[in-house]
T-cell receptor, first 114, second 116 residues
Framework: AQSVTQLDSHVSVSEGTPVLLRCNYS??????LFWYVQHPNKGLQLLLKYTSAATLVKGINGFEAEFKKSETSFHLTKPSAHMSDAAEYFC????????????FGTGTSLTVIP | KAGVTQTPRYLIKTRGQQVTLSCSPISGHRSVSWYQQTPGQGLQFLFEYFSETQRNKGNFPGRFSGRQFSNSRSEMNVSTLELGDSALYLC???????????????FGPGTRLTVL
């Protein structure tokens, strides 16, 4: 069975400081992992994805994530937070074993303090 | 290339009514998935369609149904609406089916359904 745990429901950082959003996954197969961002009253935008290539994945807007199989983690980081980064972030796992079903984490709300 | 479009964007219905939501995938994408997003339950998978066939279904009652047309456009229908059906309904499209390979899903802006 596939599942995702986002370890923090809320994260607050000051503008210009690093961002760390934590995600642990469980998957029976070799997983594909994604991070999506959702701004208020908007749909989901893809930040980055891991599909068994390089373990350090770079995404849009300066975000990156590292796949660590031994720790079953896929944490999202950014060196310097910007006010526009304030949003809800979702970690997603999919194994592709039965179609293309995505399993979402419960989300992490990021607040950026000026 | 145009993104995923969903219509309508906002909808208000009363209990007992039915509703149909529409989703047009990115041109060339053949797989369409639907999700329900609520504050309490988060994002939950409803179903996935590929080549006009439902390939996957989440844990929702039979009041929730969908279909896909030959041009890959998809509709979902909710009959006998309940207050708890109030949610943001998101549609996502992907280029090709999983079949052991995961394909990125691209999401539309959603349809906000309010049931009174």
């Amino acid at each position: 069975a596939q599942s995702v745990t986002q370890l923090d429901s809320h994260v607050s950082v000051s503008e210009g400081t690093p961002v760390l959003l934590r995600c642990n996954y469980s998957s029976s197969y070799s997983p594909s992992l994604f991070w999506y961002v959702q701004h208020p009253n908007k749909g989901l935008q893809l930040l980055l994805k891991y599909t068994s290539a390089a373990t350090l994945v770079k995404g849009i807007n300066g975000f990156e994530a590292e796949f660590k199989k031994s720790e079953t983690s896929f944490h999202l980081t950014k060196p310097s937070a910007h006010m526009s980064d304030a949003a809800e972030y979702f970690c997603v796992v999919s194994d592709g074993g039965t179609g293309n079903q995505f399993y979402f984490g419960t989300g992490t709300s990021l607040t950026v303090i000026p | 290339k145009a993104g995923v479009t969903q219509t309508p964007r906002y909808l208000i219905k009363t209990r007992g009514q039915q509703v149909t939501l529409s989703c047009s995938p990115i041109s060339g994408h053949r797989s369409v998935s639907w999700y329900q997003q609520t504050p309490g339950q988060g994002l939950q998978f409803l179903f996935e369609y590929f080549s006009e066939t439902q390939r996957n279904k989440g844990n929702f009652p039979g009041r929730f149904s969908g279909r896909q047309f030959s041009n890959s456009r998809s509709e979902m229908n909710v009959s006998t609406l309940e207050l708890g059906d109030s949610a943001l309904y998101l549609c996502a499209s992907s280029l090709k089916p999983g079949q052991g390979l995961t394909d990125t899903q691209y999401f539309g802006p959603g349809t906000r359904l309010t049931v009174l």
